[in-house]
């Protein structure tokens, strides 16, 4: 958990994937209404560029995602992280998290044998 | 600053497709202001090419390193004591600081992350445009602050071509015309004298004209 969502880093959001998320969803404040001005509009450029970045090395964008909603929204951010969540469990593990789980049976079938 | 613009990922993963274990070189001088290879760039282009790489099944061990400048010895030395235990070094830096490191470790590929563009100044985050050729005889004392070299897209020495209709060059609608914008600051500053002072032929022997240059400074040494 940040303060703001203005601290994200994109090498933050790409170590998650590294670490073995499968997809990583980003919840900041509404836009217009950041404490700090514009740490909101400014994970919305990052994100972006983490998307570019997902894209391009084929791991899929769609796993990174920013939403935006307030504090009192609760209902709102069980929703948003239902759907965030289906989603992902659409497009499956990520490729990362294939070849490491294909690794990990062969050397379990090596074991075994 | 010396600007630059990242280099497409799939060129650089094209590039370290031999290595298995690199360094990844940043720097903290001008490509950290123009945001291409300082440390964030560095941990953004360390996890990305370990992640496409893990994709494909082959991995790759990177050490992430910013020097302070890779243009000057004495930061690069700073790699001495762990260079021979990488296959090559990636460097983010500008093409001064790339050809640096492949000079002080000969026996290392030194590979270029960025594409070096030019001598320039940020005009908002995000944006930057060029200023200086470097040509080695600055007359900017007498052009208002507005170098022709520079801003003129021909170089020209004697006033606008008749390429520039109403301040903008032919070159491209987005360029104002150099020689515009010389004439203009020269009235504003009630210098317009100044522009009868220009050389009558400039000498290029002081620019890039004459092969690669050197700065000797007698006083320093």
Redesign the interface.
Known sequence: MLPCTGRIEESLLLKAFENGADGVMVVGCLEGDCHYVSGNIRARARVNRVYGILEKIKIGPDRVRMFNLSAGEGSKFAAFANEFVGKILELGPSPINMVRAGQAQAVSQKEAT | MITGTPK???EILEMVEPYDNIILAGCHGCVTVCRVGGE?EV??LA??L???R??G?RKINIKEVCLERQCDPEYVEQMRPYVGDYQAVLSIACGAGIQFLAEKYPIMPSLPGINTGFLGVTERQGEWSERCQGCGDCVLHLTGGICPVTRCAKSLFHGPCGGSMQGICEVDKSVKCGWQLIIDRLKALNQMENYGKLKPCKGWSTARDGGPRRIIREDMI
């Open positions: 497409p990922i799939e964030k941990q953004v996890s990305t370990r992640l496409a893990e994709a099944g």
